[in-house]
């Protein structure tokens, strides 16, 4: 398996709050990952430190893609680079409409301007495939636009773009069963041998149509267990609690340890100052 992105130790940080505490995980070239784990415990943080957001501060740790750093990295560049994030709430710009915005995006990544006659096919095509509304290109950018359009709008860059690294930050919020089966197909059709994707959610139906290579299960800003399908199976049945117990249970073990070394420590030192 060809690796594509490194994660190592990563400490982030929002507004001064550490949420990843020393994260290390490693991802594949042709194959799609899971990310899952209770609320506010890093998931969503993890994908935007990886695409560069300004507002996550990396404290420590490196993020290596295709064995280079991408720390120095501007948000642009890394989407040039081949790295796209569909985002859990897209963002609504008026005056720039869909169309304009998807063209100088695709123009960004291309080395020659693609002409209007060959844009116009291919979103044509792609919007033809999510069965979109067509005149949503010709509105501002997701302004106006319901959940559901908003996501498969976030799709429909994906499927222009051709990212090799593509994020997916619950992809599957606000679509019904329809749309949800529409944007698990288009995600499938799209993995190859040189696309990875990851995949962030809480649920068990988008892995139901796109099928997880790894699952990683994230707790307190560390991964805690990794495996294949059948971890998100045990965990829509028993839920998280399982993997909270072991990690109590780890943390208090490594802290009895600590304690112990540090108490060792102190009557060593007492000792010999009694001798003295």
């Keep these: 398996m060809k690796v594509i992105l490194e994660v190592k ?4 940080a929002v507004d001064n709050k550490e949420i990843l505490k020393g994260m290390d995980l490693t991802f594949y070239s042709g194959k799609i990952h899971a990310i899952m784990g209770p609320n506010g415990n890093g ?5 935007s430190a990886i695409m560069g957001h300004p507002r996550y501060q990396i404290t420590k740790g490196d993020i290596l893609y295709k064995g280079q750093s991408i720390l120095e990295m501007p948000v642009d560049e890394r989407s040039r680079a081949g790295i796209f994030l569909a985002m859990q709430y ?3 710009i008026a005056g720039v409409t869909n169309s304009d915005f998807l063209k100088a995006a695709l123009n960004a990544r291309l080395e020659k301007t693609i002409s209007f006659y060959d844009f116009f096919n ?5 919007v033809t495939n999510l069965k979109m509304d067509p005149q949503l290109s010709h509105r501002f950018l997701n302004e106006g636009f319901s959940g559901g359009e908003k996501k498969r709008n976030e799709i429909l860059q994906m499927k222009l773009l051709k990212p090799e690294l593509a994020l997916f930050d619950e992809i599957d ?5 329809d749309a949800l089966r529409l944007v698990g197909k288009q995600i499938n059709e799209s993995r190859n041998d040189d696309f990875c994707g990851i995949i962030v959610s809480h649920y068990q139906r988008i892995f139901d149509i796109v099928k997880p290579d790894f699952v990683h299960i994230l707790l307190d800003g560390k991964i805690v267990k990794s495996g294949d399908s059948s971890l998100i199976n045990k965990i829509d049945s028993e839920g998280y609690d399982f993997l909270k117990l072991d990690f109590k249970a780890t943390n208090k073990k490594r802290q009895s340890v600590t304690s112990l070394g540090l108490c060792g420590a102190n009557l060593k030192s007492e000792t010999e100052s009694n001798k003295k």
């Design 90 to 92: 897209p963002q609504e």
């Design 9 to 12: 130790n990563l400490h982030v």
């Design 122 to 126: 291919r979103l044509k095509k792609e």
């Design 43 to 47: 998931k969503s943080t993890l994908l």
């Design 173 to 177: 919020s606000g679509l019904d069963v």
